[in-house]
Nanobody, 129 residues
Framework: QVQLQESGPGLVKPSQTLSLTCTVS??????????WSWIRQPPGKGLEWIGF???????YYSPSLKSRTSISRDTSKNQFTLQLSSVTPEDTAVYYC?????????????????????WGQGTQVTVSS
């Protein structure tokens, strides 16, 4: 059974860098059929792409957040990490890590929970001074 678990601070100050880690169990992040994503949902709004990292370690970022986003991984720990810099209160959201099956279907497609698509439970991050 594949499980994803987000972890990190629940409160970040404006202008600081938000850092979250997704720990994966039950499957390897280097398996060559999956990609590993970060998606968020601001309060009262829809799901929003942040970016993803492929099985080879290549990274891809949503155009709207690309300038502030970095995704990396630690294969020895089977984890991947999100860093979002220069945060503002508009970055307040529930942040999810997600595993989906290749190919990537474009920034307009949000993977839904289902067979072979796994979501973490999500973690609330609030940006406030």
């Amino acid at each position: 059974q594949v499980q994803l678990q987000e972890s990190g601070p629940g409160l970040v100050k404006p202008s600081q860098t938000l850092s979250l880690t997704c720990t994966v169990s039950g499957g390897s992040i280097t398996a060559n059929v999956y990609y590993w994503s970060w998606i968020r949902q601001p309060p009262g709004k829809g799901l929003e792409w942040i970016g993803f990292i492929g099985y080879s370690g290549s990274t891809y970022y949503s155009p709207s957040l690309k300038s502030r986003t970095s995704i990396s991984r630690d294969t020895s720990k089977n984890q991947f990490t999100l860093q979002l810099s220069s945060v503002t209160p508009e970055d307040t959201a529930v942040y999810y890590c997600v595993r989906d099956t290749l190919p990537f279907r474009g920034w307009g497609y949000i993977p839904r929970r289902g067979p072979d698509v796994y979501w973490g439970q999500g973690t609330q991050v609030t940006v406030s001074s």
